[in-house]
């Protein structure tokens, strides 16, 4: 039950967070084809190289805990699938504690450079956007997906469902 709740939780968050991701690519787009027309009629639209690499971040970082939900990630299961069911699992529960610690480890650098970029009030160079933001969202997004990987962790689950 508590499970049950935990997941539909994480997968709450995932989803709002890939929402999230969908219009910040909806507006980098729409940015990106403002700026082309612009060049063109000799208007150039000044930081777009800016806003395209932050948007960037945010979006990579808010995509990632719905690509681990919906089990998007690349995978090679070409040994792995001739292996016993239990050894299976267990290799799937061992790539998972390993992807956990990677998380792990990206989280606290992250937060590093977030608390960094706050405290010493960087900006960007031509619009002066705030950069500490996007290092908090990729930390956001990081967080999400590592609650869903300890929840894929401790589901009473068993094999390898990769749909």
Known sequence: MI????????KRASNHLAFLSG?????????SVADVILRNLGMPFMGVY?????????????????????????RVDMVVEKLPPLIQTAFEK?????????????IYFLSKMAWSLASTNTVSATLGVPMYPVAFGLVAGCLVACLILVNELFSPRKGISNE
């Not at 709740?5 to 994480?10: H, K, L, S, T, V």
Request: net charge positive; aromatic share 14%; with cysteine.
């Open 23 to 31: 219009v910040i690519l909806c507006f980098t787009m729409c940015i």
């Open 50 to 74: 800016e806003l395209v690499s932050i948007f960037g971040g945010l979006l990579a970082g808010f995509a990632l805990p719905h690509s681990f939900f919906q089990k998007a990630h690349v």
């Open 94 to 106: 061992i790539t998972r504690v390993l992807v956990l610690l990677f998380i792990f480890i990206a």
């Open 3 to 10: 499970m049950k709740a935990f997941e539909q939780m994480i």
